[in-house]
């Protein structure tokens, strides 16, 4: 079965300075990957998608994430943080159409300091 | 404006007392499930359901029933809550339950059991 593992369940980092959110996954077969979202008191919100094409995506916000089938990531960055980015990110993936497989990973909180 | 509808935002209840949390889309989607968030476990799976009227248990599925009469509402019934269930959720829908279709979550139901 395929999963996702975040690794580190809070990042800070000082506004301006690189955000990199760590995802990886495993898998059988070549994977749908995601990254949401969570702003505080909101739903989760899709930050962005890999689905086979290109291998570095961009999503909203400045964010972008690079596919890397030999590490078996697709880590979250953005060059340059703002404040407006503190919130909890998850990780997740998928297979096969309509078959209930979509995993998240645990979530990772990124606090942004001033 | 495509959106899953979730209501209430916000319920305290006692133990023992038959609850209904509303969800709806407005997005012809097929797909609806539900989602409790707790703080280190991250989101899992309560039900999910396919389409109309095909419904299926998630990984913590004790204590919850759930409906799908038609394609847009998918409520989340307590018949008897307990402390245990005091817990974030989030109603969350797709045109697929996997694949490359990400999902569109709802704002979320903060309950609290007392």
Sequence with gaps: ???VTQLGSHV?????????LRC???SSVPPYLFWYVQYPNQGLQLLL?????ATLVKGINGFEAEFKKSETSFHLTKPSAHMSDAAEYFCAVSLLYNNNDM???AGTRLTVKP | EAQVT???????????????????????HEYMSWYRQDPGLGLRQIYY???VEVTD??????GYKVSRKEKRNFPLILESPSPNQTSLYFCASSLSSGGAYGYTFGSGTRLTVV
């Design chain 1, 1 to 3: 079965a395929q999963s």
């Design chain 1, 12 to 20: 800070s980092v000082s506004e301006g300075a690189l955000v990199l």
């Design chain 1, 24 to 26: 990886n996954y495993s």
């Design chain 1, 49 to 53: 998608k890999y689905t086979s094409a």
């Design chain 1, 103 to 105: 995993r998240f990973g």
């Design chain 2, 6 to 28: 979730q209501n209430p935002r916000y319920l305290i209840t006692v133990t023992g007392k038959k609850l209904t949390v509303t969800c709806s889309q407005n997005m012809n």
């Design chain 2, 49 to 51: 359901s396919m389409n």
């Design chain 2, 57 to 62: 248990k998630g990984d913590v599925p004790e």
